[in-house]
């Protein structure tokens, strides 16, 4: 099994930090691709940001300029430095990550169950 499990969200106000952090475990030989999604209520699930083995990243630009993300591949850890929140920010965020392992699929497709951050106006 592979398991990612979020951690860091929580109740902020406008214009404040929050930093989620997602841990990727089980049999894993190679993260591809990780990343954050996001969906707000009534809305469909959209990409935040994502990193690749190579560090490479891509972002929505609505968080340009506000977000960073970043890995440890060590500890197949991803975090999501999210500065400058606005209300519209508020969301279920999820971790997606694309791995390889000793598993049947070898190649997977994981999602985590999401964090909730709500930013106040």
């Known amino acids: 099994q592979v398991q990612l499990v979020e951690s860091g969200g929580g109740l902020v106000q406008a214009g404040g930090s929050l930093r989620l952090s997602c841990a990727a475990s089980g049999n894993i030989l190679r993260i591809n691709v990780i990343g954050w999604y996001r969906q707000a209520p009534g809305k469909q699930r959209e990409l935040v940001a994502v990193?690749?083995?190579?560090?490479?990243?891509n972002y929505a630009d609505s968080v340009k300029g506000r977000f960073t993300i970043s890995r440890e591949n060590a500890e197949n850890t991803v975090y999501l430095q999210m500065n400058s929140l606005k209300p519209e920010d508020t969301a279920v965020y999820y971790c997606n990550a694309n791995v390889d392992t000793v598993l049947i699929p070898r190649r997977r497709d994981v999602w985590g169950k999401g964090t909730l951050v709500t930013v106040s106006s």
């Open positions: 990193i690749t083995s190579g560090g490479s990243t």
